[in-house]
């Protein structure tokens, strides 16, 4: 790392992409600090970009086209464009897409790749847990392009997505009775099963007001009845009767079955069309696995034979010896074998507390588990390689952009993190600038009367000035308008929040105390407000949120020292920017698609 160098002025990140990154670098392992980098980017930027006009021709970088370079290493366009993108996808939802310009973008790809640069050059891609982590997302990347690209033509059966969609359509017509005595429901079901008509039994209680009745019934989906009466109703067959079904508190209910009905249901036809799909996809993601397994595996039967008779839950079992053990589980064919040692390590790895603190048949369900997850990922890997996955642009740069991401994050905790400390005092400076951040707000219950004329309202306001109490001008004022008149205000009937006032009335009861009257008028309506009750908004005490400031600060300060490592980073490395539109920071026009550089 170049300590000579000296922190240049701030670098310009409009809404900053190394603040986003707090929550990132905030963690404590490369596991769970790890986000792919467009991810982490795509995160950060606040708007839609738009087309950049005119671009000038673009240099070819290490076989790329690139729009910038750093180090001698590419911004590429495909980077730059993937980023853009990845906003449109995020913010699609939004109405109105904000301006922003090429060149913000731009500063944030650079920013990224001189931190990424300087991680390498100082060696955090040798770290071992970064080795290991990079090792273990390259293999699942891998199998997760091998088992998309297998799957990707998988059609569901027609016959399945009907047994699910008739499954989610479903609705019953139920004719019930509800009695809030139990021995009135069980005479009833007596009578039932004693051949009166339900109907009859129904309308009967009804009249001697000891039931509610429904003989009608409606179409009703399951989910939306109570559980014991849907799953009663899932027993029965039409025109069937159920027993009595306690459904809650004093809540007997009998039930007739009147019909099932499957009407046209848009979203459970989609939703039955997508489980069948994920159905269709876990059978036939299986049978590969099983057919790639009977073609290229050879298990030694008599080695796994072996680890069964073992007892795992011992205190005496050597793990240690275990995850050393050389010999082989299993052959694949053009892979490396799995070994018990391979085993033993995914083993204590699972039962990070010890196999003896659980039960050796669960110890024996798990291990068993682990060797097929291993055999699986083995033979699926062999056969992406055999495919050609791991050549392909895709697969690189899903790898490439996740080494990345682990790069940035790790200079960020393992440099620029360990330098940055917030003291008490400067805890306590935040608290006295921010105070009204960490009050409870002002509380007040505002009793209003609303008029159609303005000189209604002014006399009922002299009203008030004159004495007369609130309620009784409310019951006497003439020319009111009646409650809940359409487009008037309401100020409810109890305390609330000042700052959910409409702004006009907050600047006019700023200063306003208890029993004081103000005249308001908005949308062609007159209005006397009335202060009945005023809680003043009361500061929290500094040890009750300087948890919070500590966050707060703490952010602050980091993300000034990101800023500041990146300024002198930007001396260390040769930054060039080959886009005539980027170099001179225009800034692009506000619209509603994400657009792309244009090759």
Request: contains cysteine; hydrophobic residues 40%.
């Amino acid at each position: 790392m170049n300590q000579s160098l000296r922190v240049g002025p701030g670098l310009r990140f409009g809404r900053n992409l190394l603040n986003s990154l707090l929550r990132i670098v905030s963690r404590r392992t490369v596991r769970t600090a790890v986000v792919s980098l467009p991810v982490v980017l795509a995160l950060a930027l606040p708007a839609f970009a738009t087309e950049i006009k005119n671009p000038s021709k673009l240099p070819v970088i290490k076989g790329k086209e690139a729009v910038a370079s750093v180090g001698g290493e590419p911004v590429t366009v495909d980077e730059f464009n993937r980023t853009i993108g990845m906003i449109h996808e995020e913010l699609s939802g939004q109405k109105q897409a904000k301006r922003i310009d090429y060149a913000e973008i731009l500063d944030r790809l650079i920013a990224v790749k001189l931190v990424v640069l300087e991680a390498r050059n100082i060696g955090l891609d040798g770290l071992q847990e970064v080795k290991d982590f990079m090792k273990d997302y390259s293999l699942k990347t891998l199998i997760q392009l091998e088992v998309a690209d297998y799957l990707k033509d998988t059609k569901p059966d027609p016959d399945l997505v009907q047994k699910f969609y008739k499954g989610y359509a479903k609705q019953y017509r139920l004719k019930s009775v509800t009695f809030k005595v139990k021995s009135f429901a069980s005479e009833a079901e007596k009578k039932i099963a004693g051949g009166k008509q339900f109907e009859k039994v129904v309308s009967d209680a009804v009249k001697k007001g000891i039931a509610k009745g429904d003989i009608k019934g409606s179409l009703t989906k399951p989910d939306k009845l109570l559980l014991p009466v849907a799953e009663s109703a899932a027993r029965l067959k039409v025109g069937q009767i159920s027993p009595v079904i306690s459904a809650g508190v004093n809540n007997y209910v009998i039930v007739k079955l009147a019909e099932v009905a499957y009407p046209k249901d848009p979203e459970a036809m989609k939703r039955a069309q997508n489980d069948a799909l994920q159905y269709a996809k876990v059978k036939r993601y299986e049978a590969c696995v099983r057919d790639l397994i009977k073609k290229h595996v050879k298990e030694h039967k008599d080695v796994l034979k072996a680890l069964d008779k073992l007892n795992y839950a011992s205190k005496k079992f050597d793990m240690a010896g275990f995850m050393k053990d050389k010999r082989v589980l299993a052959e694949v064919d053009g892979g490396q074998p799995v070994t018990v040692g391979e085993l033993g390590t995914a083993m204590n790895k699972y039962f990070y507390h010890g196999t003896d603190k659980v039960a050796n048949k669960k110890v024996l369900t798990i291990k068993d588990k682990l060797f097929n997850d291993i055999l699986d990922k083995r033979v699926l890997a062999q056969q992406a390689r055999a495919h050609g996955l791991d050549k392909t642009e895709r697969y690189k740069q899903a790898v490439a952009d996740r080494e990345d991401g682990i790069l940035f994050a790790e200079f960020m905790k393992r440099v620029v993190s360990p330098d940055v400390t917030v003291k008490r005092a400067e805890l306590k400076t935040y608290y006295k600038a921010h105070l009204a951040d960490f009050s409870t707000p002002r509380m007040v219950k505002v009793g209003s009367l609303v008029f159609a004329k303005q000189g209604d309202a002014q006399t009922a306001s002299r009203m008030l000035e004159r004495g007369d109490s609130f309620s009784w001008v409310k019951a006497n004022a003439a020319g009111q308008l009646p409650k809940g008149q359409k487009g008037a205000l309401d100020f409810g009937e109890g305390l609330i929040t000042f700052s959910s006032m409409p702004g006009g009335a907050q600047k006019l009861l700023a200063d306003a105390t208890e029993g004081s009257e103000r005249l308001f008028a908005y949308s062609n309506l007159s209005y006397v407000l009335f202060v009945e009750k005023d809680v003043p908004a009361k500061p929290r005490s500094f040890d009750a949120v300087k948890e919070d400031i500590a966050r707060k600060v703490y952010a602050q300060k980091f993300n000034q020292a990101a800023e500041g490592w990146v300024s002198k980073l930007k001396k260390a490395y040769k930054v060039q920017i080959y886009d005539e539109t980027l170099r001179a920071g225009k800034p692009g026009a506000s619209g509603d698609k994400a657009k792309t550089i244009k090759r």
